[in-house]
């Protein structure tokens, strides 16, 4: 009874309310895309560079990711949940947003930089937008380098079959971007190897007792799991975590 009584509520709301919706002029925008013929080489060259930076700014997000230190972060922080041996906690929305904000405090000097030397001038019409573009390049350039080992790099300088770069502003991104990439893997992969040492060990020690008391059937990681959270709380080591992960990048 209950029930019907709401939906005859709710009906007799709907039949005295829309009259008063329909009665109001709401004003929606209205965006158009024409594709017409012209003769003047300008308007093609300014509808090519819209469709250049909408392509970018779709790509946007995935390129910055790669160019900062995102991937490193990202991989050991999940190596580090996998080595506890807890698969969903965190869940993967807060592993990502730790990512994401630990990104943002070290990249922090680098886009103050972009944001000084770059986009600022920029938007008080100073500068240019290729300036602009290579003003906004050179802080990320600067980080990469600093983080890129000279191998990987040398070997994607020798693939690309380019002449030898004299200044490190001469290193073109297309070879210099997969190889701070690379690098970067190296790094996280690293340092996930040293984070699974102290848990492996607790592991092992846990199924050598299970085994000598005869606990065969007992899976390992019923035991291991609490004594692995209690050790990782015990030492503080999400900060230790984040501390030595920031101290990479110096």
């Known amino acids: 009874m209950r029930s019907s009584r709401w939906f005859v509520y709710l009906f007799l709301a709907f039949i005295l309310v829309g009259p008063v919706v ?3 002029t709401i004003t929606i925008p209205r965006l158009s895309l024409d594709f017409e013929q012209s ?11 819209i469709v250049i930076a909408m392509t970018l ?20 922080l999940s190596l580090l949940r996998q080595a506890i041996g807890v698969h969903q906690a965190p869940p993967n929305q807060v592993v990502v947003g730790l990512a994401i904000f630990l990104t943002f405090f070290i990249m922090q000097p680098y886009l103050n930089e972009i944001n000084e030397k770059a986009l600022q ?22 980080f990469m380098l600093k983080q890129t ?19 490190p502003d001469d290193i073109s991104l297309v070879s210099l971007v997969p190889a701070f990439i690379i690098s970067e893997l ?5 340092m996930g190897f040293m984070i699974y040492i102290p848990f492996l060990v607790i592991d092992m020690v846990v199924a050598t007792i299970l085994m000598a008391m ?37």
């Open 22 to 24: 329909e009665a109001q």
């Open 39 to 49: 003769d003047k080489p300008k308007e093609i060259v300014s509808a090519i560079k």
């Open 214 to 250: 005869g606990m065969m059937v007992l899976p390992p990681i019923l035991i291991s799991l609490p004594f692995k959270l209690m050790l990782f709380v015990m030492v503080d080591g999400w900060s230790l975590m984040m501390h030595s992960v920031m101290k990479s990048f110096n």
């Open 149 to 167: 080992r000279k191998k990987d790099l040398a070997m994607f300088l020798s693939l690309s079959k380019a002449p030898r770069p004299q200044t």
């Open 121 to 142: 001038p920029y938007l008080a019409e100073k500068i240019s937008q290729d300036q602009a573009l290579d003003g906004a390049v050179k802080p990320l350039r600067t």
């Open 186 to 190: 190296k790094s996280a992969f690293q």
């Open 57 to 76: 700014l779709a790509l946007a997000p995935s390129l910055l990711l790669a160019m900062t230190s995102f991937t490193r972060l990202v991989i050991v």
